[in-house]
């Protein structure tokens, strides 16, 4: 064994060794270090309200209030500040629409879309809006004035009073690891679509999996922009609505691409009807938001309407497909379609029937699913292309052989006809038999 082979594999107990000490030190040094960088202050939640409504009418609520009758108008909220308000302490509150917040009726902050939105078809998700308050706001009356109610009749949503750094851990705690597993899904999908694209010029065919990786990419921005998180994380408010709801109408474009590749064109028609209503969709409901005719949210209902459609359609083809067998053909993809099918489901109860705070994982699992089954069947495709390619090579290779054999076989007899029939030509006086051999000869 040479010197070098020794040393790695002496330094390698060393190494063991070594990373099980550290581990062992982090764990006891986490149970004894008490001391914290930065105070995460637990949010003061605020469940005592009083709703007035446009005619007047008197609503006792808690810490979110949904109206369920038909007024529209201007509803006026007001409670009472806890006792033990802070320096750097804000008001923070779920709204979706004009609102001004009042600190012992003197106008503390307001949001009036248009003013406050340099973007076009204004506002379009519910927000957090914060409001500062100080110690001196230790138990005043506080009141906050709503335009209107959100889709669903929400008028507010959320009340509490916590530092920036609490309001960072509330959110954190309640979508932050939804939040991250939505970013890293987005990270490996677009790798994926990185490694795709590079794999169709070295193999110079389609790649199934782009349209896949592209897919969940969307999918996963439409998550990641969902989140009450992105104004906090990426510092911009109300730009995160208006890329849902693109995200959403462009939702079934990768998917209706990459099951037409896998199906290699069976069922054209009615991925085509799948796209032409994307491309509809694209088209019009944009238009009628940003022109002011029909904002995104009063269109939901026939946006999420059109997905359901598309989404039974696919799902028909793909029932269809293991009627007859041929799902067989991407068997991974269609199993991770169904493991993505059935966390979806999931997500549906969980939103229904058991409400929890990270209420997106079910389908981000799902998603992760679908996106690695989505690469094993590409390899799988590519390793199955390789063995034709290689089946092909040997066939060539054996015809080679057979020809080249069968032409040394056919050469050897024939070369030593056409030698006798030289003789005869030499020495045959009689005209008719030197007529035959001629005909022997130019034949030969």
């Known amino acids: 064994m040479k010197f070098s082979e020794k040393m790695v594999t002496a330094v390698k107990p060393f190494f063991i060794l070594f990373l099980a000490v550290s581990m062992l030190m ?12 930065v105070r995460f202050d637990r949010e003061i939640p605020m469940e005592d309200w009083t709703v007035t409504d446009p005619e007047g009418n008197e609503f006792s609520a808690g810490s979110s209030f949904r109206f369920d009758g038909d007024v529209q108008g201007t509803f006026t909220v007001t409670s009472t500040l806890p006792d033990n308000i802070r320096q750097g302490d804000q008001f923070c509150v779920v709204i979706g629409g004009d609102a001004s917040i009042y600190i012992d009726g003197k106008l503390r902050k307001d949001f009036i879309a248009s003013r406050d939105i340099p973007l076009p078809g204004g506002c379009v998700k519910r927000f957090y809006m914060l409001a500062p308050l100080y110690p001196s706001d230790s138990g005043a009356k506080i009141t906050f004035v709503r335009v209107d109610t959100t889709r669903g009749g929400v008028l507010y949503q959320n009340t509490f009073v916590a530092s920036y750094t609490g309001l960072y851990s509330y959110l954190m705690s309640r979508y932050g690891l939804s939040f991250m597993l939505a970013m890293i899904l987005l990270i490996f999908s677009l790798v994926t679509v990185v490694v795709s694209i590079v794999m169709r010029f070295l193999y110079r065919r389609p790649i199934e999996m782009l349209y ?84 995104f949210p009063k269109a939901l209902f026939y946006i999420d309407g059109v997905l359901a459609l598309q989404v039974l359609a696919i799902m028909v083809v793909l029932v269809y497909e293991t009627i007859c067998g041929n799902i067989k053909e991407y068997k991974y993809t269609a199993v991770g379609f169904v493991g993505f099918l059935l966390c979806s489901i999931f997500e549906i109860v969980i939103l229904n029937f058991l409400p929890i705070i990270q209420d997106d994982i079910p389908m981000l699992i799902g998603l992760a699913f679908l996106l690695t089954l989505a690469v094993v069947q590409q390899i799988h495709d590519l390793k199955k292309l390789q063995e034709e390619s290689m089946r092909a090579v040997d066939i060539s290779e054996a015809k080679t052989r057979f020809l080249a054999s069968m032409s040394h076989e056919i050469r050897t007899p024939i070369n030593a006809v056409l030698g006798m029939n030289e003789m005869i030509l030499r020495e045959n006086k009689d005209p008719v038999i030197g007529e035959y051999a001629s005909s022997v000869r130019s034949s030969g």
């Not at 592209?214 to 609505?241: E, R």
């Not at 054209?268 to 491309?279: D, E, P």
Request: proline letters at 4%.
């Open 212 to 295: 896949g990786g592209m897919a969940i990419l969307v999918i996963s921005a439409w998550l990641i922009t969902n989140s009450y998180l992105y104004p906090f994380i990426y510092g911009h408010y109300h730009i995160d609505g208006i890329l849902n709801y693109l995200f959403c109408l462009m939702m079934p474009f990768n998917l209706a691409f990459y099951l037409n590749g896998l199906q290699h064109g069976r069922y054209r028609k009615i991925m085509a009807g799948v796209l032409l209503s994307s491309v509809a969709s694209c088209i019009v409901w944009p238009i009628l938001h940003f022109s002011g005719i029909f904002s």
């Open 26 to 37: 982090l764990i006891l040094y986490s149970c004894s270090d008490n001391e914290k960088p």
